[in-house]
């Protein structure tokens, strides 16, 4: 059984940072394009970031300068380090493969818990 668990989330004061990592168990993403996704109170569920199998990264405007993507294969745990936190980071925060860019052999059947994140003024 595939899956995907987030961990690293908690409460931070604006500026402050956070490391948030995501393990996958079932299969291996290094073939994957991987990415965290963010949804805050009443609001759609938005893409943060990706990464490719080769490290090719994006970034939503909102968070470039400010969020790391990382991933490392040997633990297959994909990783997002936050800094210079802002209130409006504060959602809940997911990751899954691309599957618009990724093979079938990267669908997870359903999405994780996710791990909070809140971000006080």
């Known amino acids: 059984q595939v899956q995907l668990v987030e961990s690293g989330g908690g409460s931070v004061q604006a500026g402050g940072s956070l490391k948030l990592s995501c393990a996958a168990s079932?299969?291996?993403?290094?073939?994957?394009?991987m990415a965290w996704y963010r949804q805050g109170p009443g609001k759609e569920r938005e893409l943060v970031s990706t990464?490719?199998?080769?490290?090719?990264?994006t970034y939503a405007d909102s968070v470039k300068g400010r969020f790391t993507i990382s991933q490392d294969n040997a633990k297959n745990t994909l990783y997002l380090q936050m800094n210079s936190l802002k209130t409006e980071d504060t959602a809940v925060y997911y990751c899954a493969a691309d599957m618009g860019y990724s093979g079938s052999w990267c669908y997870v059947p359903r999405w994780g818990q996710g791990t909070q994140v809140t971000v006080s003024s």
């Open positions: 990464i490719t199998p080769i490290e090719t990264t």
């Open positions: 079932g299969y291996s993403f290094s073939n994957c394009r």
